[in-house]
């Protein structure tokens, strides 16, 4: 009973945000409000709350521990300090939330994200090498695509950009719509797999 | 510590970026099909049309964000267009209210009439179906805590049938989600402002006509800004960023080069 | 079901930790959450490796973005390390919560990476721009890396920078292909089916656009 419930649950609720997707009908509206603007939104809040339980409990631990404690105490500081400064004084213009937002969390974020670029210049050393055919496939494609995106295609020669432009528009589509397939039809027989109890992996145990 | 090849590649793509940026050089960029597309579809919407605008980013994509943001609101505002904005990521709302109210005070707009910001709700799919059915019931107040009821341009806007269309600025697959059900389930008119990663994730929807236009990566901030003739941080980063391909077109050129030399010898051997 | 470079080499990656006396660790990347089917496919995979992982007394880290996908992860590694008898082994800390902001997690991964240098990654779930920061630092330890994801973009990151990547749908086969389960072996074959329907329709809509341009029955 520990496990068929939530099947039971699972596959219920399932199949009839299913059928009322397809439906104009009120009843139809009115479950879809009940369920995406209430039961939705209140386990987002509580799965927080699991999540900052646990993100607090591991951290202590690790602190503890004596495990990394520096970045353990940075986290908890982070974590404790916006809610306290949100309800303090406020999320809006001038308060200290958005002075940390603007001065600490976009900095640190963004630079995060900058460091693709890095990753990107060492992943072309490393990774754009001509070992087999198809990986010379991928070095001319991805060199077309570099020349076209910098303006020095059409430099090089007139059409440059309308080749790259055939590249992306023809052979890439084609492979990423069949991939893009093959994703759905996968996605489309987990879901179905979940919602008549078959894949049991989301209960803890094997399917 | 002793550098090794990876490390001298980060510094040379150090150098390359910063001395092009200090250099200040604005080169001209030809807008493409896909730009002049968006362009010419809020050109042709009249004035007074409700767009929904949705902050779908993080802060960390900010800098290439934020040009195609303002290139947009600029459009919009200067057209006379009134904007619903959204968020569904919680970082995207302060950054996109913060970009609506800058933009609107260049064009002498007001708050409430012109524009309003909505702000965030969690459970974007959730979200997006909910707003299909009531925006008002989805958002009984505005970001600012005005009630939905009391701000003028939400007046008559009952859900997506009263919008013109999506307009979906994002960093991620959140757009897909717009697509698939605000587009799919409502028929809503979904466009979208996207960084350049994201670019040939959106291609099938727009080959397709599920997507109607999109704007893509600092490229296109910088060719959205030239038709919409004011200057931005997109046209700003543009030789860097043709002086940093150019860069890895380099890299790649000689990391093959390494790896025909030691083939060889290792045949030699 | 064919031979898939990426999960045969599973046993590899997990014996390679043990004999190096470091740990595994699996992410099911920043994209989804615990409804989206590829992460769902992506912890019955991790089933697989837990259970191998408990075998071989290797240390298994799994951190997530998501709270409830730590919450199902725990309960599926705690199940995995039972079965295989060693449940004493299951350290339910290693199964970690870090952040839900994209690269506060890609941060935090890459720092785990770094201070850990586990001999072996799994990169397995829906990826956004952190895959190729994850798959380059998981480079720089030396770690043999195995991808799979369901978006087409992350794919080109991992298929450059990943010693063997999965690419789209053979994250969903790849729970059949380790256990063999019949279920999940029929329903790839429905897979394939539903691919040879759709194959046959495209050529016949192509055929007859190309014949007959005004007509629109295959449109949708």
């Known amino acids: 009973m520990r496990r068929r419930f939530p099947q039971i649950v699972c596959g219920l609720f399932g199949f009839t945000l299913f059928a009322v997707y397809f439906s104009g009908h009120p009843i139809a509206g009115a479950i879809n409000e009940t369920v995406l603007r209430g039961y939705w939104q209140i386990i987002f809040a509580f799965a927080l709350l699991v999540g900052v339980v646990s993100f607090a409990r591991f951290n202590l631990g690790a602190i503890a521990r004596g495990s990394d404690r520096p970045y353990r105490i940075a986290s908890l500081v982070g974590l404790f300090s916006m809610p306290f400064l949100a309800l303090v004084w406020g999320i809006k213009g001038d308060s200290p939330f958005i002075w940390v937002f603007d001065y600490v969390q976009v900095p640190m974020q963004s630079t995060v994200f900058a460091l693709l670029a890095f990753f990107v210049a060492s992943a072309s050393l490393r990774g754009f090498r001509a070992r087999s055919v198809p990986a010379t496939v991928l070095l001319v494609s991805a060199l077309l695509t570099l020349i076209s995106r910098s303006d020095l295609g059409d430099v090089l020669f007139a059409e440059f950009s309308d080749v790259a432009e055939w590249v992306r528009d023809a052979p890439s589509m084609a492979a990423r719509r069949a991939i893009l397939i093959g994703i759905g039809l996968g996605s489309l027989t987990t879901s179905l797999r979940v919602l008549l109890g078959l894949e049991r992996t989301w209960l803890g145990s094997d399917s | ?269 | 079901m064919r031979e898939i470079a990426g999960l045969k080499a599973v046993e590899e990656a997990v014996g390679r930790a043990t004999e190096m006396a470091r740990p595994v660790l699996y992410t099911p990347g920043w994209g989804g959450d615990i409804q989206r089917p590829t992460t769902i496919a992506s912890l019955n995979i991790l089933s697989h490796i837990a259970e191998k992982t408990a075998q071989y007394d290797c240390r298994l880290v799994f951190p997530t973005h998501d709270p409830v996908i730590m919450a199902v992860a725990q309960e599926v590694v705690r199940e995995s390390y039972a079965r295989a008898g060693q449940g004493d082994r299951f350290s339910e800390d290693d199964i970690c919560y870090v952040s839900s902001s994209q690269f506060g997690y890609a941060a935090a991964v890459e720092g785990m990476i770094t201070r850990l240098k586990p001999a072996s990654i799994f990169l397995l779930g829906t990826f956004e721009a952190e895959s190729l920061i994850l798959a380059e630092v998981g480079n720089t330890v030396g770690a043999i890396q195995i991808a799979g994801t369901d978006s087409t973009i992350q794919l080109a990151f991992f298929i450059v920078a990943c010693d063997y990547t999965l690419i789209g749908e053979e994250v969903f086969a790849a729970s059949g292909y380790l256990s063999q389960d019949a279920s999940i072996l029929a329903s790839v074959r429905a897979q394939d089916v539903l691919k040879i329907l759709i194959a046959i329709f495209l050529v016949g809509a192509i055929l007859w656009a190309t014949i007959d341009p005004t007509s629109g029955w295959w449109r949708f």
């Open chain 2, 1 to 269: 510590m002793r550098l090794q090849g990876r490390h001298w590649a980060f510094l040379g793509l150090i150098a390359v970026v910063t001395v092009t940026m200090l250099l200040g050089i604005r080169p001209a960029v030809v807008p493409s099909a896909d730009t002049e597309r968006m362009y010419g579809y809020l050109d042709s919407l009249p004035a007074g049309t409700v767009l929904m605008v949705s902050f779908d980013h993080e802060a960390s994509s900010l800098p290439e964000i934020a040009p195609l943001a303002q290139a947009f609101l600029r459009h919009a505002m200067s057209r006379g267009l009134r904007l619903i904005g959204v968020s569904l990521l919680a970082e995207g709302t302060g950054i996109g209210y913060r970009l609506m109210s800058q933009t609107a005070d260049e064009y002498g707009l007001k708050y409430g009439t012109d524009y309003v910001h909505l702000g965030f709700k969690p459970q974007y799919i959730a979200a997006i179906l909910s707003m299909g059915e009531s925006l008002s019931k989805t958002y009984p107040e505005d970001y600012s805590g005005n009630e939905y009821g009391a701000l003028p341009l939400l007046s008559g806007i009952s859900n997506y049938d009263d919008v013109a269309g999506v307009v979906s600025i994002a960093d991620g697959s959140l757009t897909t989600h717009w697509i698939e059900y605000a587009g799919a389930r409502y028929g809503v008119r979904v466009s979208a402002f996207v960084t350049a990663a994201m670019v040939t994730t959106y291609d099938p929807y727009l080959a397709s006509g599920q997507m109607y236009a999109m704007v893509g990566g600092l490229r296109g901030a910088a060719e959205y800004e030239g038709l919409i003739e004011i200057g931005g941080s997109g046209t700003r980063a543009m030789l860097a960023q043709t002086a940093a391909h150019v860069y890895v077109i380099l890299l790649i050129i000689i990391g093959n080069v390494i790896y025909f030399r030691l083939r060889s010898k290792r045949r030699e051997a």
